[in-house]
């Protein structure tokens, strides 16, 4: 062989090397929700026009998704290069310098499209430290055929005592219809969002100015005793093991009256190819008590790169395509403007083919009345409408969660399980220095 074969040869080889070397692979953390399911059926898009990355997707359920990257986050464990996180976390773990800025997304992105109500819950001192993917608030999500057979007609901003009216005369349990179906498994994101957006409309609070637990005090009891009531006479069997995903399932399979819930169940809980009902939906705000607050949350899914990953030039290429205008279109082009991710971009519904979809304008008026700045009635400490914004929040509304969850399977009475709940959550902020 040649001298000049051989160093043909050896820089095809280093080449060739330079090249593998090039390839990155990005692993992502998501949750198994519809529209995460369909981001992942849509990546070929993605690696397409970046074939030197490849993706791999971890997907888990909501619980065990939060579990798995705080763990990993604050052990530093660099398993993920993209982590799905909520509007909870994100403040939190970029005030702990945990998260990659996405100041410098390029120009084309367009951040200031973003919606101002869920833009700032993802921003800690001018840094925007993740991207969302969907953003949401909750309403009421009803069958109009059922709602005219009860004589009854759905205000647009109905009361928690209309709903209750309303429950009891669809329910059919002979025909295993339902009046109402509402999350009971139990989790700080499960049914602590359900109950504490709620509680929000009943004048409860989990904290007062001296951050002194509040399951002591009457509106708590209000809260509880009328959402077990609610449930236990117009609600489906065991559904202290349901949380989003479940009453999904049972509202598509006609099993349910009314379901208060995310707004972004609408796209699903519409389309023909999933739901029974599709056409026999109709929509209108969360609950309210008069009191001034009604019973909806703010939430984002989002995408965050974590501090520790070796991969964040590849990784802000992945969040710019899945959290784009681009990628927006490209699910409106393959199903519809109905399934596009909701509740992220201005101009989205500024769209004329998006408004027009029976649940947009609905979705944006929800995200709106929400202010997690003033979430309660009266004044308190904290921020966020279904959560409080403190790190010792994930641990105490999980317990809290588990034991508002045994009330409605039967297995403690409310009364008892609002006194554990004031006792952990005491025990808890007093051993974390909130309460002197």
């Known amino acids: 062989m040649t001298v000049t074969m051989r160093a043909l040869l050896g820089a095809t080889a280093l080449c060739a090397a330079a090249g593998w070397a090039r390839a990155e692979t990005l692993t992502i953390a998501t949750v198994n929700n519809g529209d995460m399911i369909r981001m992942q059926g849509l990546t070929e898009d993605f690696t397409a026009k970046n074939p030197d990355i490849t993706v791999e997707w971890v997907t888990l359920e909501e619980n065990a998704l939060r579990q798995k990257?705080?763990?990993?986050?604050?052990?530093?464990?660099?398993?993920?290069?993209?982590?799905?996180?909520?509007?909870?976390?994100?403040?939190?773990?970029?005030?702990?310098?945990?998260?990659?800025?996405?100041?410098?997304?390029p120009g084309e992105y367009d951040i200031d499209d973003l919606l101002p109500a869920i833009r700032?819950?993802?921003?800690?001192?001018?840094?925007?430290?993740?991207?969302?993917?969907?953003?949401?608030?909750s309403m009421v999500m009803y069958r109009t055929d059922l709602m005219e057979k009860a004589?009854?007609?759905?205000?647009?901003?109905?009361?928690?005592?209309?709903?209750?009216?309303?429950?009891?005369?669809?329910?059919?349990?002979?025909?295993?219809?339902?009046?109402?179906?509402?999350?009971?498994?139990?989790?700080?994101?499960?049914?602590?969002?359900?109950?504490?957006?709620?509680?929000?409309?009943?004048?409860?609070?989990?904290?007062?100015?001296?951050?002194?637990?509040?399951?002591?005090?009457q509106p708590w009891a209000d809260t509880l005793n009328f959402y077990l009531d609610l449930m236990n006479n117009y609600g489906p069997p065991g559904a202290s093991n349901n949380g989003f995903n479940e009453n999904l399932a049972l509202f598509q399979q006609g099993k349910c009256g009314m379901w208060i819930d995310a707004t972004v169940a609408a796209s699903f809980v519409t389309n023909p190819k999933d739901s029974t009902v599709a056409d026999k939906v109709g929509f209108a705000l969360a609950p309210d008590k008069g009191l001034g607050k009604r019973g909806n949350w703010l939430w984002a899914w989002s995408l965050a790169i974590p501090a520790g990953s070796q991969k964040v030039d590849a990784a802000k290429k992945f969040i710019a395509w899945a959290t784009s205008k681009d990628y927006l279109a490209l699910v409106a082009s393959?199903?519809?403007?109905?399934?596009?991710?909701?509740?992220?971009?201005?101009?989205?519904?500024?769209?004329?083919?998006?408004?027009?979809?029976?649940?947009a304008k609905m979705t944006l008026d929800s995200i709106n009345a929400a202010d997690p700045t003033k979430p309660t009635v009266d004044e308190v400490p904290y921020v966020g409408v279904q959560f409080v914004a403190i790190p010792e929040f994930q641990g105490i509304a999980t317990a809290v969660g588990q034991q508002f969850s045994a009330a409605l399977a039967g297995q403690t009475s409310a009364a008892d399980a609002l006194a554990a709940s004031q006792d952990l959550a005491t025990r808890e902020m007093t051993k974390a220095g909130y309460i002197k």
């Not at 993920?80 to 909520?86: H, L, N, Q, S």
């Not at 393959?334 to 649940?359: C, H, M, Q």
């Open 151 to 217: 004589g009854l007609t759905m205000p647009e901003a109905p009361t928690w005592d209309f709903i209750k009216e309303a429950a009891a005369a669809m329910t059919d349990k002979a025909n295993e219809v339902y009046g109402v179906c509402l999350r009971g498994k139990a989790g700080w994101g499960e049914n602590m969002a359900f109950l504490t957006a709620m509680s929000n409309s009943f004048g409860a609070k989990w904290f007062d100015m001296d951050w002194k637990p509040q399951f002591d005090q």
């Open 69 to 105: 990257v705080t763990t990993d986050i604050a052990t530093k464990g660099g398993q993920y290069d993209i982590m799905t996180i909520g509007t909870y976390e994100v403040p939190i773990w970029g005030k702990q310098g945990w998260l990659v800025s996405l100041n410098d997304l």
């Open 334 to 359: 393959k199903e519809g403007w109905a399934n596009v991710p909701p509740g992220t971009r201005i101009s989205l519904y500024e769209n004329p083919d998006y408004v027009s979809v029976p649940f």
């Open 120 to 137: 700032g819950g993802l921003t800690v001192d001018g840094n925007l430290y993740a991207a969302p993917f969907y953003g949401e608030s």
